[in-house]
């Protein structure tokens, strides 16, 4: 976004909305922050914008390029025109937060907050991070100090929050990994599951959604508006998107994939036509892909990303252009320890290793799970009938296949002793 990385959110009321064609679209009447645990600032997930017809719809963060005094640019010329609607776990920043009277720390000076700045970390993130507070001077003919303070030193804002219950419990589950996070939920009542899973953010919800049963995933995301839903699955691996789509009605299927972006929703379309219990059913069409030319250095940058799982990073894919599946001609692999041996600047090309034939689409779980035992693989290349990768199936997910459908649920006798009383003691 090509934007300041701090915007004062009431300069931008009624600016104008411009599509990537110049043309205007509608006008800014608000900010939609969303809460988070303990005592972070929320965060700024996206712009209201009133249409024609005085309609409101929401405008995601990460489909506006720039913002300013004068304008907000959106990246694409197709919107949405659902009619905005407040979630449980957000709040309307200009709505709710303007005019409200407040104590500045330290020392306790009253005043009124008058603007509100959201700020954008290195990681992109955008987050309510100022207050601009007026202070409260007891004479009408005398206006207070205007004070530009950072969120944590403003009190009274705390009665933005949804209910303490679920707040205590989101700040005992914070530092959770995700499957820790999903057995937790487990143990709570189905509303107060839902309540929890509806205050994380996307990326964190699509996180813990994947390692919980799939009759879990179902009620979850079905307590989720469509296009909260649309949003989770999109932050999802997209086999793990698929796997999650197969278990609803085809209509809804549908629905929700027309919701999300078509970049998105189109490679989780083509896993939906795969046969179940086959590669193509199971495969991730994102493994880390490189061309024959790309440095060993290159590739061990691309490895390191944390967002990698260690099945995915564990072997870079090599093929000619393009990079996305389905690709071009399929060149071979390379395992990060041979990586590790070689000089940084040697070519892929030179290390290929082909010698494994890769899996069809159609080849079945038990002929996969043979061929990873045999080789002491943790991934393997599938390609199509073109030689074109097409995906690579991990060695989880295999496991996630092979399991009973019911493995991730627990059983009340299995669960550790300590898990309850933490949540009940959370739960206030």
């Not at 990994?177 to 599951?193: C, E, F, G, I, Y």
């Not at 892909?289 to 290159?298: K, R």
């Not at 099945?311 to 041979?338: C, D, E, K």
Request: charged share 30%.
């Amino acid at each position: 976004m090509s934007t300041p990385t701090r915007v004062y959110l009431a300069r931008l009321a009624g600016v104008a909305v411009f599509d990537p064609n110049g043309d205007q679209v509608g006008r800014v009447r608000d900010a939609v922050g969303r809460l988070r645990p303990t005592q972070r600032p929320p965060e700024v997930v996206g712009l209201v914008a009133e249409m024609p017809m005085r309609r409101r719809i929401f405008l995601s963060l990460n489909r506006i390029t720039s913002i300013d005094a004068d304008a907000v640019v959106l990246g694409s010329g197709t919107l949405n025109l659902r009619r905005f609607e407040k979630r449980p776990n957000e709040l309307l920043v200009l709505q709710e937060l303007l005019d409200r009277r407040v104590q500045v720390e330290p020392g306790g000076q009253s005043g009124s907050v008058v603007d509100v700045a959201m700020e954008c970390s290195r990681g992109g993130e955008w987050s309510l991070a100022r207050v601009a507070v007026r202070e409260q001077t007891g004479r009408l003919t005398r206006r207070g100090h205007l004070h530009q303070v950072e969120w944590e030193r403003v009190r009274g804002l705390s009665g933005i929050a949804d209910s303490r219950g679920t707040a205590n419990l989101l700040s005992v589950l914070e530092d959770m990994r995700p499957a820790d996070l999903a057995n937790a939920l487990q143990d709570l009542p189905d509303t107060r599951r839902n309540e929890v899973a509806a205050a994380l953010d996307d990326e964190r919800l699509a996180d813990v959604l994947s390692e919980l049963p799939e009759r879990d995933q179902v009620e979850i995301l079905a307590a989720l508006d469509r296009e909260r839903a649309a949003d989770v699955l999109e932050e999802m691996d997209p086999d793990d998107a698929a796997d999650l789509l197969s278990e609803l009605p085809p209509p809804e299927q549908d629905v929700l994939l027309d919701l999300m972006q078509p970049g998105e929703a189109d490679p989780v379309r083509q896993l939906l036509k795969y046969t179940p219990g086959t590669a193509g059913s199971v495969m991730t069409s994102e493994p880390v892909i490189l061309p024959p030319d790309a440095t060993v250095a290159e590739a061990l940058a691309r490895i390191r990303e944390p967002q990698l799982s260690p099945a995915i990073a564990a072997q870079v894919f090599v093929s000619r252009a393009p990079m996305t599946t389905p690709t071009g001609r399929y060149l071979g692999m390379v395992h990060f320890q041979r990586l590790l041996r070689e000089p940084p600047a040697d070519l892929l090309g030179g290390i290929v290793v082909n010698d494994i034939d890769p899996l069809r689409p159609t080849t079945p779980l038990p002929e996969i799970t043979r061929r990873m035992a045999t080789y002491d693989l943790v991934a393997m290349p599938v390609i199509d009938r073109n030689n074109r990768l097409v995906g690579a199936v991990t060695v989880d997910d295999v496991l996630d296949h092979l399991l009973p459908r019911d493995w991730r649920d627990r059983d009340a006798a299995e669960r550790p002793s300590t898990a309850e009383p933490t949540l009940d003691g959370a739960d206030g």
